[in-house]
Structures are given as C-alpha cells and as structure tokens.
C-alpha cells in the first residue's frame, strides 16, 4: 500500500473525445474512460480502454452495470458517422436554409 500510496489512479494518458459526451444507455449517466490490463500467452500484458458507465465506475454495481464499449471502436464509429453527415448534401442544404 505504501508504494501505491499519492499515485493517481483515474489520469488517463491519451485522448479520449467521447469522455463525458457519451451516455450510459442502463442509467444515462456520462461515461468515462476504464482499463483493463490481460497478460497474454507469450508473457506479455495488454492495456485495454474502455469508456465506462461514470455511475458504475464512481458508485458501484449497486447503482449501475458497466455497459463498457472499447474507446477505438466507438471513436472509429463515431467519427465515421460525423464524416457521412458532414458530407451529406441535403444534410448541409437543410441545415443551411433552416438557419438563413
């Protein structure tokens, strides 16, 4: 305990532009970033990044379940999507004329 004792343990090194955007479909709750560490056959370890249910994560099972979705494949979904939409041409005329 002594060694662990002043390290932070929810600074997360990466981006993570879903953090907090994302809502937990169980309670709707922000999700946040948690990780998962499984050692593989050769020995090796593999951090793995999830996006979390806040509630679940801060207040426990009791309050919520995990629902956790991997960070790069609801990154990669999420941007692909926001790519079709922004290059939507009714999408745009729409938007546009609604806002004129």
């Known amino acids: 305990m002594a060694s662990r004792s002043g390290k932070p343990n929810r600074i997360h090194d990466g981006e ?14 922000g999700m946040v970033i948690g990780r998962t560490t499984n050692k593989l056959k050769d020995g090796t370890k593999r ?7 806040g509630a679940w994560k801060n207040k426990g099972t009791a309050f919520c379940r995990s629902n956790g979705v991997r960070t790069d494949y609801a990154d990669k979904h999420v941007l692909e999507k926001l790519a079709t939409i922004s290059t939507n041409e009714v999408l745009i005329e729409q938007y546009v004329f609604k806002t004129t």
């Open 47 to 53: 951090v793995l990044d999830y996006y979390v249910c």
């Open 16 to 29: 993570f532009p879903l953090t907090g955007i994302m809502k937990c479909p169980a309670c709707g709750a």
